[in-house]
């Protein structure tokens, strides 16, 4: 049996809503149990107190990566398959930097409020309206923003395919960064704990 | 429950795994399949059965009946496939169906005008993994010969020939001996809005690529 299941038609467009379901059932339960249901534990990210959100975040891009090369190298995994979502320079920049705002203002990112709200938190609850206002405002606004949206289009391309390098060593040099940026994360952490200028201490 | 990990022993040895399998990937090659083992045995068992193609009136049949749902691929040049292409065939030149992506059930039907090109097709899909790929026999002359523009049998009943006519004036064409005395007769006004709408409806159920 090969991956993708829904690639290879195990399953059609009505059981992968439920594959959704549980998926993201699955993902809010590990936001919540890495504590990403607590505003001020993302926000501290910002303020380099604590560092989970890069830990867990880098961990799980790690996981992803080599689960993913391996399980196609075994045959498991049809890697040709695996959607790779197409690049739109400028407006993916002015997203990121809408989102990082966002973020640090509300201390949630969409998936951590919804997370957030489940758990009866109210500030989770206000994020989650926002994001769905948000939502509602760009949907409706579309036809303006439409040719902005389409617009520095770069196609779909990997991080091997960028900087020529072969998928195997591009890899190595991630896991080496994601190691090294886990020993800095812990002495930045150490760091800054014992700072006097600690904002959310 | 608590899933974070505290032990930093564990934590050093699930930093070593990782590095571990990252430097082995640098030697592991590609995941990325770009050459494949054929099984020719079972290649040419599908084509000595002929389960590698379907005849233009099995195609004409398929497309009047949507049982099931099939993408349709035109291999000629774009020129050709602007001037004239079956009802609802999507163009891709052979580069590009090197690459493109398709699901692996999917089933394709290739046809090219001959039927070389589309065979040539048929095979590289094939040698990509496709299982439900054919051919439309003859290509597109057959298709002229046999359901646009289709001769009678000799001696073919009344009801043959209108069974014939009808799917020719379905696709836009005519019997032989029936040429259309008006281009809007009721019978092609009605043959082209199902054209049309068949047109339509797989414009809107085509997967992007």
């Known amino acids: 049996m090969n991956a993708p299941f829904y690639e290879y038609g195990f399953f059609g467009d009505n059981f992968s809503l439920v594959v959704a379901l549980i998926t993201g059932i699955g993902f809010g339960f590990f936001l919540e149990r890495a504590g990403f249901g607590s505003g001020r534990k993302l926000a501290a990210q910002f303020y380099l107190t604590d560092m989970t959100v890069f830990k867990v975040m880098f961990t799980a891009i790690v996981t992803a990566m080599l689960g993913l090369f391996w399980l196609s190298w075994l045959g498991l995994v049809d890697y040709a398959l695996v959607s790779v979502p197409p690049t739109y320079l400028v ?63 770069m196609g779909a391309f990997t991080l091997p395919q960028v900087l020529g390098l072969s998928e195997g060593l591009t890899m190595f040099l991630i896991v080496v960064s994601a190691v090294g940026g886990f020993m800095a994360a812990e002495r930045i952490e150490a760091r800054y704990r014992n700072g006097s200028d600690n904002p959310i201490a | 429950m608590d899933l974070t990990i505290q032990s930093p022993k564990l934590l050093r040895i699930l930093a070593i795994a990782a590095l571990a399998l990252g430097f082995f990937a640098i030697f592991a090659g590609s995941p990325s399949r770009t050459t494949v083992t ?86 590289l899909l094939k040698a990509r993994g496709l299982r439900n790929v054919y051919t439309v026999r003859g290509g597109l002359d057959l298709w002229n010969a046999r359901v646009l523009y289709p001769e009678p049998p000799t001696g073919a009943s009344r009801a043959a020939k209108d069974s014939l006519h009808y799917i020719a004036a379905f696709f836009g064409g005519f019997l032989t001996d029936r040429p259309p005395v008006s281009r809007k007769t009721p019978a092609s006004d009605h043959s082209h809005q199902n054209r049309l709408r068949f047109e339509r409806e797989r414009e809107r159920t085509r997967d992007g690529c």
């Open chain 1, 91 to 153: 407006p993916q920049l002015v997203g990121g930097i809408i989102f990082g705002t966002g973020f640090v203002m509300g201390g949630y990112c969409p998936g951590t409020s919804c997370v957030a709200s489940s758990t009866g938190k109210l500030d989770g609850g206000v994020n989650l309206v926002g994001m769905i206002a948000g939502i509602l405002l760009f949907g409706e606004a579309f036809s303006l923003l439409e040719s902005f949206y389409n617009s520095s289009s």
């Open chain 2, 38 to 123: 054929l099984d020719v045995l079972e290649l040419a068992s599908i084509i000595e059965r002929e389960e590698d193609h379907v005849s233009p009136e099995q195609l004409a049949s398929m497309i009047m009946n949507p049982a099931g749902t099939f993408r349709l691929i035109d291999v000629r040049d774009s020129v050709s496939h602007a001037v004239y292409h079956i009802p609802g065939a999507e163009h891709w030149d052979l580069t590009a169906l090197a690459s493109v992506r398709f699901k692996p059930l999917e089933t394709l039907v290739l046809y090219s005008q001959g039927g070389t090109h589309a065979s040539q097709a048929w095979f």
